[in-house]
């Protein structure tokens, strides 16, 4: 088991272009989470996938994000028409979703995106 | 609206002394509770979790502590390490569908 992985680590791009990360969880975890973090501030909140189905997402994700998990493995979320104010940390989790600990979610170690 | 809050930024602590770090909440609906510890560079790492039926869990050096009636919960870390120097979060979900975090609190324990 090598965790919770994120790539890339690093990402510079100009505003206006589309951007897209990848995710890949734990291999046994059915649930797959994406934050956003700003500086001083906690994770929040994007979207969640149970298995490939998303089932959450918050109203924090304009119509410029998507995110997919086709056949309920790694997760890509993608940022279209990229704006200043998209430049963060983006965090990914995965969690087991049943048994003993079903809600204790395994973070990345996230992708900086600078919008320049 | 911020839903967790946790409302000191920052602790410090002598190594061997207890560190109480605290958040609170507004949702009367969260039904699990989680810390987790933040490294520079580095995404959060799980500590340990309170289910709301509980108002105690202990792992170690870490003890979580849950009052439903405040909406309050604490981690306890006993003794405190320099190791354990970093930003810590509380995090609250409802089912584990949806997760709010505070803003954190940055630790510094001195040798």
């Known amino acids: 088991d090598t965790g919770v992985s994120q790539d890339p680590r690093h990402k510079i791009t100009k505003r206006g272009q589309n951007v897209t990360f990848r995710c890949d969880p734990i291999s046994e975890h059915n649930r797959l989470y994406w934050y956003r973090q700003t500086l001083g501030q906690g994770p929040e909140f994007l979207t969640y996938?149970?298995?490939?189905?998303?089932?959450?997402k918050s109203r924090l994700l304009s119509d410029r994000f998507s995110a997919e998990r086709p056949k309920g493995s790694f997760s890509t979320l993608e940022i279209q028409r990229t704006e200043q104010g998209d430049s963060a940390m983006y965090l990914c989790a995965s969690s087991s979703g049943s048994g003993v600990a079903p809600y204790e979610q395994y973070f990345g170690p996230g992708t900086r995106l600078t919008v320049t | 609206d911020q839903q967790v809050k946790q409302n000191s930024p920052s602790l410090s602590v002598q190594e061997g002394r207890i560190s109480i770090l605290n958040c609170d909440y507004t949702n009367s609906m969260f039904d699990y509770f989680l810390w987790y510890k933040k490294y520079p560079a580095e995404g959060p790492t799980f500590l340990i979790s309170?289910?709301?039926?509980?108002d105690k869990n202990e792992d170690g050096r870490f003890t979580v502590f849950l009052n439903k009636s405040a909406k309050h919960l604490s981690l306890h870390i006993v003794p405190s390490q320099p190791g354990d120097s970093a930003v810590y979060f509380c995090a609250a979900s409802i089912t584990g569908n949806q997760f709010y975090f505070g803003t954190g609190t940055s630790l510094t324990v001195i040798p």
């Open positions: 996938f149970q298995n490939e189905a998303q089932l959450e």
């Open positions: 309170i289910s709301s039926i509980k």
